[in-house]
């Protein structure tokens, strides 16, 4: 035993003790005075109190949540990123989850609570038919309503529910878009009566604007839109509804693409439909008669100002997209149908005769 340090034996000697008394039935009861075990040290079983509590792990814990919460695949994704996290990170994301959910909850209050007067009813009519008639109108199945609320707040609309009453804009919203709804289905349907009749443009304009003529401006302008609008419904006859009117809308955006910082170019082509659509069902000046630009009412120019921030739907917008790519380097760049080059083959690169185009 010389070999062990002073400890050592002492460490030996007490567990010698143990060993001797443990074949008996009443160990000693420890001094009250003795040392508490270091922390860190194991500790027999035997003498362990029944009242510590167990300590698991992060994951166990995290584990057992999702499993007593029946969390879907996305949910547990959203939870396992939350539990790695910090602490003030997840503070953050506590916080914005709390306002959020307090946003939709008086969102749905307010649009279950809140009603549009007559009066706000009437101005909406009134001014999204105006609106849809304006000839800088950019589409027509766009995000009308969102600008037409714009136009109005503008236009000092009593009534009209603040920017920040998100709950209440979301009802006027719906009545924008029923309102645009029902006013495209007159529009296209006396349109094709037009047709039928062979109705000249002032007939037809006079028919479309009808008992608002009071609050609508007939231009020129919109004598040229409804010449296209025309011309749309035999250009485009095979189609119906909604269809219809995405056709146009993607004939709108072709033709602003196409002549994108060309204003007179732009012009001529409606000009040119206008003076073809007098060809066909005769002189305007004889049935009507319209008033000059500069004495447009000021909210007429204000709708007109918003119908040209009207943005087309995203569907078509790339449609649009595709086929400019088609036209600038050839159909056959968007062509599923055309074959890859076998495995291993590289293409065959364009000779010069070919990039010339001749």
């Known amino acids: 035993m010389s070999g062990l340090t002073p400890a050592q034996r002492l460490i030996q000697k007490t567990r010698m003790r143990q060993a001797s008394r ?11 005075n003795d040392e508490s075990p270091v922390t860190g040290v194991s500790t027999p079983s035997s003498i362990v109190s029944n009242n510590q509590p167990t300590i698991r792990s992060d ?6 949540i999702k499993e007593e919460y029946t969390l879907d695949m996305h ?5 396992d990123r939350h539990c790695g996290m910090t602490l003030e990170e997840r503070n953050l994301r506590l916080f914005a989850s ?13 649009s279950e609570e809140w009603s549009i007067t007559p009066v706000l009813e009437s101005s909406i009519r009134q001014h999204s038919f105006t609106f849809l008639l304006s000839p800088k109108l950019t589409s027509y199945l766009g995000d009308i309503a ?3 609320i714009d136009a109005l707040r503008v236009l000092g609309v009593a009534e009209l529910p603040g920017a920040h009453e998100v709950g209440k804009l979301t009802v006027v919203q719906h009545s924008v878009k029923k309102f645009n709804t029902s006013d495209r289905y007159q529009i296209k349907s006396k349109i094709a009566k037009g047709i039928k009749n062979n109705s000249d443009i002032a ?3 006079s028919a479309i604007v009808g008992e608002k003529s009071k609050s609508i401006a007939i231009t020129a302008a919109l004598y040229r839109r409804v010449a296209f609008l025309r011309w749309a419904a035999t250009e485009f006859k095979s189609s119906s509804g909604d269809k219809w009117w995405d056709d146009v809308d993607m004939c709108l955006l072709e033709l602003r693409t196409a002549f994108q910082g060309d204003a007179v170019g732009l012009h001529e082509v409606f000009e040119t439909r206008y003076h073809e659509d007098i060809e066909m069902y ?3 000046a004889n049935t009507g008669s319209i ?6 009412p000021a909210h007429q120019a204000t709708l007109d100002s918003y119908a040209a921030k009207v943005t087309p739907k995203s569907s078509t917008t790339k449609q649009v997209s595709k086929r400019s790519a088609e036209e600038a380097f050839g159909e056959d760049l968007f062509d599923d149908r055309t074959p890859p080059p076998p495995p291993g083959t590289a293409a065959t690169p364009a000779t010069t005769e070919d990039a010339d185009g001749n």
């Not at 994951?59 to 057992?64: C, T």
């Not at 949910?75 to 939870?79: K, L, N, P, Q």
């Not at 008033?291 to 447009?296: E, L």
């Open 22 to 32: 443990s074949g008996s039935p009443t160990p000693a009861s420890p001094n009250a």
């Open 98 to 110: 709390c306002t959020k959910v307090l946003e939709l909850v008086q969102k749905l209050s307010t």
């Open 75 to 79: 949910s547990i994704c959203v939870f």
């Open 146 to 148: 969102k600008n037409v």
């Open 291 to 296: 008033i000059s630009i500069t004495d447009i």
């Open 203 to 205: 007939t037809l304009t």
């Open 59 to 64: 994951s166990a814990v995290a584990r057992q």
């Open 282 to 284: 005769g002189d305007p």
